[in-house]
């Protein structure tokens, strides 16, 4: 039976995979520090390690004890306009982490590290985006994930680890952390409708975004280290069709059974338009049908529904208020942050 590793099995996207690679025969441990994650979203069968990747210590324990076969690392803090404003906590998190997995991979001889990068690493570039394309990020999230890659490769010409890595994009679905309001704008928008409040769309709304439910996703990165294709390879995964978020606004007041009800808010340095190619995800993985988004949205919705709103996490610890966002310097200001972003944000 393989063992594996599943960082941020607590979370969204991690507790998805967790679960197909128990279904696949895997023993199960989850690392997870529960920042962004719910200790109930781990599935029932695998093991709960309640601890962060920054502890090199625990992951260097970890690694001794359980003999791990193969690591899935999807823990990071993945909000992309945020990480402008909280650059050490971003590499830290997002680099300096993965360092301390992929050195332990190496030392305890692990046969494949599966890693979950983002599209945020092309930057804004001609779409569809495409493997071959060199990567330009634009913002420090995406520098940290294209970090970790290069890494990766270095470690496979040095020692021999074979990697996947795989670039996700907009990825939603039951168990995303609606709390966060930084990241992840399904849930962002279903917790305010839940709330009463209007949807907060940066912008006019015409950004374009090709939203993935996690279902299209989550498998294939579960079965990725048995595909002898995929071996140290790169491999954009997600949806091929792309929405505007006024578009997914509307889709998703329909879902929630609401009027479409939005704030718009100050544009923030983002890319306007963000989708990408899976043709090589399909050649080495199979064509799939995917989820639509009416009908993904749908699902999500009513997972929200059942387990209801949540209250909005605020980050306290801002790092650089210059050209902070309005609203988001407004609610570190209510939270406690006045004094630091007085007359800047």
Not at 79 to 100: C, D, K, T
Not at 138 to 149: F, H, M, N, T
Not at 268 to 297: C, P, Q, W
């Amino acid at each position: 039976m393989p063992v594996s590793l599943v960082t941020g099995g607590a979370g969204f996207i991690g507790s998805h995979v967790a679960e197909h690679l128990l279904r696949l025969g895997h023993a199960v441990v989850v690392l997870d520090d529960l920042s962004g994650g719910y200790a109930d979203n781990v599935p029932a069968g695998a093991q709960f390690v309640n601890g962060s990747i920054l502890d090199h210590e625990l992951v260097n324990r970890l690694f001794a004890e359980r003999k791990f076969d193969y690591v899935y690392h999807l823990a990071a803090y993945a909000a992309e306009g945020l990480s402008h404003f909280i650059r050490r906590f971003n590499y830290n998190n997002n680099l300096v982490g993965s360092v301390n997995l992929i050195d332990a991979a190496v030392n305890h001889d692990v046969k494949c590290f599966v890693f979950t990068s983002s599209i945020a690493v092309y930057g804004a570039g001609q779409t569809p985006l495409t493997e071959a394309m060199t990567p330009i990020p634009e913002d420090p999230y995406g520098v940290s994930k294209l970090a970790v890659e290069q890494d990766l490769k270095c470690a496979h010409e040095m020692f021999g680890l074979n990697y996947v890595v795989f670039r996700p994009h907009n990825v939603y679905g039951e168990r995303q952390n609606i709390a966060d309001r930084y990241r992840n704008v399904v849930g962002i928008f279903m917790n305010q409708l839940l709330k009463g409040e209007p949807m907060s769309i940066f912008g006019d709304g015409l950004q374009q975004r090709a939203f993935t439910h996690v279902d299209d996703i989550a498998p294939i990165i579960a079965q990725s280290p048995t595909v002898p294709a995929a071996l140290n390879e790169v491999f954009n995964v997600g949806a091929d069709v792309p929405f505007t978020v006024n578009d997914l606004a509307a889709a998703i007041a329909k879902a929630m059974g609401t009027q479409r009800a939005v704030k718009y808010l100050d544009a923030r340095n983002e890319v306007k338009f963000a989708y990408s190619s899976h043709e090589k995800a399909e050649r080495v993985f199979g064509a799939r049908k995917m989820t639509s988004l009416d009908e993904g949205i749908m699902k999500m919705g009513a997972w929200v529904r059942m387990h209801g709103a949540r209250e909005s996490n605020v980050f306290k610890d801002i790092e650089v208020f210059k050209n902070l966002p309005r609203s988001w310097a407004e609610a570190a200001k209510r939270a406690g942050a006045g004094e630091r972003i007085e007359n800047r944000g």
